[in-house]
């Protein structure tokens, strides 16, 4: 199938695509949302050792004790105690604090780099507080960039969970700048009493490598825009310093097209080819399409028999027909302009039966004054 009026098309999409839909239209979890049986345990500000040396402390103390505990266990509560007696012996009086985590962290996708859902220990007092970012071996034209970027950090409390997002700052406007083989380290210094409180430093160190041009830049619509010359939506081109998003607006746009038309699970792709020894980079952007859905059923909980009628009229969306992804999305416009629909909000939950290329949806609505937010389970 090929698509007419692409450029008019796709942009009214993705706008769709893109509405700020999460807070009140968001996806419900699939699952029973329970927690995993046994999980690992992690340290947020135990500044004084290294994870792995604290690790080893209390295994050597807890019988039994091995890199994973059970959720609201005795083991848990066993860490607590052994922790606040190793701070103790170090002269430190301190508060000790262990939080699991949400169903949200368990199920949702993770960021690259962050660290993956534990039960965290934290020292709520004494407060350890970052005192400087430090940052070493930038290159010149990204150092005040990042200074202004990470020097956010300064004055809040500690936590080595937040290493991995200055981590991932410092490389975001390092690739910016074409530096793709950029390495970061962060971690921080010895602590050091000052009043009632403890201050470290974070020390970020960077090895940016070579800077990258682009040696060609390309991109395959997939088989709605077949043969389709999509250079206009490049924001770079051959010669250019490598930098972010060189495809611009494209895949964004690309993605509402597919979802739009069926194909749910449609994946874009364009990662950097690196050629090291010359220190250029190739980009080519693909589309794969997955399975076209159609919608089996459409469920719809909590609403009157006419609203719900209300509602599968404004859907646009009928068991049999192609499932539209951005119809739901959609769909939260229209109830803010439907008096019988005005100030309800929604849950979405679609369950994709991949073989038989067939959706089920189900729409659970709740009065916004019943809920000022929806958490995402």
Known sequence: MRVALFRTACGALLASAIATVAARAVQAPNGDGSH??????????????????????????????????????PMEHKIHDVLIEILKEKGITAEVQSIEPSTFALTAERAPGSPPPAIVYSVLSPSILVDKVIISGAPENVAATLNERLQSREG???????????????????????????????EHDLPRLSGNQFLVNVLVSIKPGPQYRIRSITADGGPLLEGRDLSSYFTQKPGD???????????????????????????IQGPPVLDRPHAEVSYHLTVIPGTLYHLRSLTIHNLAPEQEQRIREVLGMKPGDIFDGTAVNDLYHKLGQDALLTGHGFTFSPVKDKAAGQADLTLDFYALSDKSSVTVR
Do not use: C, T
Request: avoid cysteine; proline fraction near 5%; hydrophobic fraction near 35%.
């Open 156 to 186: 809040h409390e500690y936590s080595s969970g937040q290493d991995w997002l200055v981590r991932s700052n410092a490389q975001e406007d390092l690739y910016a700048k074409g530096y793709l083989d950029a390495e970061v380290e962060v």
């Open 36 to 73: 995993p049986e046994r999980l690992p345990y992690a340290f947020s500000n135990f500044v004084w050792w290294k994870d792995s040396e604290l690790q080893g402390l209390l295994k050597s103390r807890i019988p039994g004790l091995g890199d994973e505990i059970a959720p609201r266990s």
């Open 241 to 267: 310093i490598a930098g972010s998003g060189p495809f611009g607006r494209l895949a964004g746009e690309l993605r509402a097209l597919y979802w739009h038309h069926g194909y749910a699970d449609v994946e």
